[in-house]
């Protein structure tokens, strides 16, 4: 018997300031994906940076070691050309000002894409090639009353070592040009909120490095969001940057690498929603209804280890100052101290989810349960034996060619009350 794979929910995993700063990875970014897909989280990529083709989008999380399906990143832009078929017929014409993945999204929408007047819409989006005239067909084609979306409104954009003009300053140029306000579909606007629940389902975790907009969708979704640090957001932001908001989100952390172990040990320490064909080994857990390990070394091994599972930055900080308040440690080690007590603690982590997955499958498998199906036989068969064997025993003495009766029906059915022969 094989134990069916883990229904968790999908991480809806933000891009720019996550993954990578303009064209530069994030350090520890693609290695926390593959730790959260092996244990058993499908991500995907969510992303209000319109300007690029999915396939684009699709061909640099490749080149950084993250291959994920086509159907798993979803953009601004794909959110716009579902808002605008709300308001528009397909085969109109739509003025693109903003990159190729809007004309892309359009496209596969059946919108003919044109640059001028006139046009039925003009869709806004965060392009480098914005200019005067670009500002100039698009607000006049506003004006002259075509339906005005914009893909996004972010007003900056993480690159490299600094914050680039977002969407939202070339959509403001328009809007003010044009004496009208955009229509939003972008994150955290309904259109993505649509867009989201269609291809990711009514349950999921929302990662992100800007609070205004990824912290914000996860609130219209009801999802529970997970900040890192690595983008626009931080204790002590730069201008442009936001706030780590309060209350604080369940889940903060310096990067995606901090964040995954956080999110398995999470997920591992108090399970998440499970849709009604989820299999019994999640459902087991909180309840700890199994008994565990009949060596105490794993357990002693969790109980060693615990405190020192997920530690965060900050967390890390407050245990420096604790120590420096102590007299146990000098003001000038608190930085080493912090460092090494967060890489220890990734490390511990997934060495300890190791150890209990492990020791539960093993368990598990030895119970012969791999679903609710499974566990219900096992209870059935459990509670057989206290009355079968008294009755048997007392029919097969007084009534013994039934007994043989019995024996031949059991033959013919052999597999019949026997969870492991499935
Ligand atoms: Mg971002």
Request: with cysteine.
């Amino acid at each position: 018997m094989t134990v069916p794979p883990r229904v968790l929910p999908p991480v809806c995993c933000d891009l720019d300031g996550v993954l990578w700063r303009g064209t530069e990875p994030i350090p520890g970014a693609a290695a926390a994906i593959d730790r959260l897909r092996d244990a058993g989280f499908r991500v995907t990529f969510l992303t209000n940076n319109s300007s690029r083709p999915v396939r684009d989008v699709v061909r640099q999380l490749d080149g950084m070691g993250v291959p994920t399906p086509v159907d798993d990143v979803l953009t601004s832009a794909q959110a716009a050309a579902g808002l605008l078929a709300t308001r528009v017929e397909p085969g109109a014409r739509v003025l693109v000002c903003a990159g190729p993945g809007v004309a892309e999204a359009l496209r596969d929408e059946g919108y003919e894409v044109v640059s001028d007047s006139p046009a039925a819409a003009v869709v806004v989006g965060w392009h480098r090639d914005f200019d005067f005239e670009r500002l100039d067909r698009a607000a006049s084609a506003v004006r002259d009353g075509a339906v005005f979306i914009a893909t996004n409104v972010d007003a900056t954009y993480p690159a490299e070592g600094r914050l680039l003009p977002g969407s939202g300053a070339i959509v403001a140029a328009v809007a003010a040009a044009a004496g009208r306000a955009p229509e939003v579909a972008g994150k955290p606007e309904a259109p993505t909120v649509e867009l989201v629940r269609r291809r990711l389902g009514s349950r999921g975790v929302v990662v992100g490095d800007r609070p205004s907009t990824d912290g914000a969708l996860a609130a219209a979704l009801g999802w529970p969001f997970a900040l890192v640090l690595s983008g626009v957001a931080g204790p002590h932001p730069s201008s442009g940057g936001e706030p780590v908001p309060e209350p604080r989100p369940p889940f903060v952390a310096a990067d995606l690498a901090a964040l995954a172990s956080a999110l398995i040990a999470a997920e591992w320490a108090r399970g998440w929603p499970r849709s009604g064909s989820a299999p019994i080994l999640p459902a087991l857990r909180p309840r700890r209804s199994i008994p565990m390990a009949q060596g105490p070394d794993w357990k002693q091994f969790l109980d060693a280890g615990a405190q020192f599972v997920a530690v965060t930055r900050a967390e890390a900080r407050r245990r420096a100052r604790d120590l420096v308040a102590q007299g146990q440690l000098a003001q000038g080690q608190v930085q080493a101290f912090v460092d090494d007590l967060v890489e220890q603690s990734r490390a511990r982590t997934d060495e300890m989810l190791d150890v209990v997955r492990r020791e539960i499958q093993r368990q598990v498998k030895a119970f012969g349960i791999a679903t609710k199906d499974d566990l219900a036989r096992l209870e059935a068969r459990l509670a057989r034996p206290t009355r079968k064997p008294a009755a048997k025993a007392k029919k097969s003495a007084k009534k013994p060619a039934k007994k043989a009766g019995k024996r031949k029906v059991a033959a013919r059915k052999p597999g019949a009350g026997r969870p492991s022969a499935r």
